[in-house]
T-cell receptor, first 111, second 115 residues
Framework: GNSVTQMEGPVTLSEEAFLTINCTYT??????LFWYVQYPGEGLQLLLKATKADDKGSNKGFEATYRKETTSFHLEKGSVQVSDSAVYFC??????????FGAGTRLTVKP | DTEVTQTPKHLVMGMTNKKSLKCEQH?????MYWYKQKAKKPPELMFVYSYEKLSINESVPSRFSPECPNSSLLNLHLHALQPEDSALYLC??????????????FGEGSRLTVL
């Protein structure tokens, strides 16, 4: 079945540091891949997505590239801010109304 | 309007109470979802409605009863819950049509405490 594995953290960085959160997936067919972010006390918000191999999703300085050969969708940001502190979830969907989430990675950015 | 609205935001109930969580979207989406999220865990799928019909039930106990009165509304009826059911309950919607990427739009959640 479909599944997502992401580094669990927690990850603690200083402001302006480089961020990578690894995500790999197992799926049949050609899934769409997503990164969602959850700030404390809130629901999940879509951060970025990619719907086919080699697509790059980007938003708010975050990027992730859909790599079919390595079944990966790693999240990166060149310079994190304190306001980026949140929990990040990698997810995939085969458009069968069944989105699968990774375990989540808690990021804390210190001034 | 790209919002999914959930009410109430907070709910405290006893084990013998009957209550309901409500969810509404006006994006024309045809799939709606209930997820349960415990602290420091990812969301767990409970139910999916597609075109107002229940399409996925992830073996959820019968003390949780979903209802989809129309394409914009989704309810979760709660009865005889246990303290371990305390969690954040998230509603989501997606286009639910052929060719859709499956992107989910989430509400803010209803935080449930069962005493």
């Amino acid at each position: 079945g479909n599944s997502v594995t992401q580094m669990e953290g927690p990850v603690t960085l200083s402001e302006e540091a480089f961020l990578t959160i690894n995500c790999t997936y197992t799926a049949t067919g050609y899934p769409s891949l997503f990164w969602y972010v959850q700030y404390p006390g809130e629901g999940l918000q879509l951060l970025l997505k990619a719907t086919k191999a080699d697509d790059k999703g980007s938003n708010k300085g975050f990027e992730a590239t859909y790599r079919k050969e390595t079944t990966s969708f790693h999240l990166e940001k060149g310079s994190v801010q304190v306001s980026d502190s949140a929990v990040y979830f990698c997810a995939l969907s085969n458009n069968n109304n069944d989105m699968r989430f990774g375990a989540g990675t808690r990021l804390t950015v210190k001034p | 309007d790209t919002e999914v609205t959930q009410t109430p935001k907070h709910l405290v109930m006893g084990m013998t109470n009957k209550k309901s969580l409500k969810c509404e979207q006006h994006m024309g989406h045809r799939a709606m979802y209930w997820y349960k999220q415990k602290a420091k865990k990812p969301p767990e799928l409970m139910f999916v409605y597609s075109y107002e019909k229940l399409s996925i039930n992830e073996s959820v106990p019968s003390r949780f009863s979903p209802e989809c009165p129309n394409s914009s509304l989704l309810n979760l009826h709660l009865h005889a819950l246990q303290p371990e059911d305390s969690a954040l309950y998230l509603c989501a919607s997606s286009q639910g049509r052929r060719g859709d990427t499956g992107e989910l739009f989430f509400g803010e959640g209803s935080r449930l405490t069962v005493l």
